[in-house]
């Protein structure tokens, strides 16, 4: 099929391509807007030093060895963090009626690429309760850590803090509509090659009985 063969074919059906992009976009934002509970986030970091912050702010050195004990350190102070110890202490402090699982899920730690800094986000339906879990539980873990690892060499660098005008991290609806729409239009000229073929072979399949019941008269 030729380039403008199909321009062609698109032109013909061009209504299908635009109701149909229309109704899926369509769809996809009402959907996003109204049916699909917003969830928030606010992050929290934290500093790992491969001192304490009193050796640290003596020596005022440090060398490679430190750097990767403070990495090592941090990989056990993010399962510590996710711990069921901390997390309920974590509960407990904000009286929240959660599963220890169900805390869990709403948390994720990882390290900020290329530094010593621990980043816990908290994702939740409430901005507020997203901040609140957010603080608390960077508050405890600092203190566990220090009572557990006897060493005090990780501290809170950045607090949670709710915004006057909170955006939600899921959905995203413009997002989402820009996908529908992009989806709804390459649906779209699929399902007009789709038709256009068939009603071509229906046309042929329509000739061919056309001719043979010509040559049966003629016969």
């Known amino acids: 099929m030729k380039v403008r063969e199909?321009?062609?074919?698109?032109?013909?059906?061009?209504?299908?391509?635009?109701?149909?992009?229309?109704?899926?976009t369509s769809a996809v934002?009402?959907?996003?807007?109204?049916?699909?509970?917003?969830?928030?986030?606010?992050?929290?970091?934290?500093?790992?030093?491969?001192n304490s912050a009193e050796e640290?702010?003596?020596?005022?050195?440090?060398?490679?060895?430190?750097?990767?004990?403070?990495?090592?350190?941090?990989d056990t102070y993010q399962v510590m963090i996710k711990s069921p110890r901390v997390l309920e202490k974590a509960m407990i402090a904000m009286k929240l009626r959660l599963s220890t699982a169900e805390l869990d899920s709403k948390i994720e730690v990882k390290p900020v690429k290329s530094s010593q800094v621990i980043e816990i986000t908290v994702r939740d339906p409430s901005p507020v309760t997203a901040v609140e879990i957010a603080n608390t539980l960077s508050r405890i873990s600092v203190a566990e850590i220090k009572e557990i690892m006897k060493i005090d060499n990780i501290q809170v660098i950045s607090e949670a803090?709710?915004?006057d005008n909170p955006y939600p991290v899921y959905p995203r609806p413009i997002l989402n509509i820009a996908m529908a729409f992009v989806v709804g239009f390459f649906l779209s000229i699929a399902l007009v090659l789709v038709y256009d073929s068939y009603a071509i072979y229906r046309k042929s399949r329509v000739l061919q009985k056309q001719r043979?019941?010509?040559?049966?008269?003629?016969g």
């Open 6 to 24: 199909l321009f062609d074919m698109i032109w013909r059906r061009l209504w299908i391509v635009i109701v149909f992009t229309t109704a899926v």
């Open 29 to 50: 934002g009402i959907y996003s807007y109204y049916y699909i509970a917003p969830v928030y986030g606010a992050s929290v970091e934290l500093l790992v030093m491969p």
């Open 56 to 74: 640290a702010e003596q020596s005022r050195e440090i060398d490679f060895n430190d750097i990767q004990t403070s990495i090592k350190l941090m």
């Open 161 to 163: 803090k709710v915004s």
């Open 212 to 218: 043979m019941m010509s040559k049966s008269a003629l």
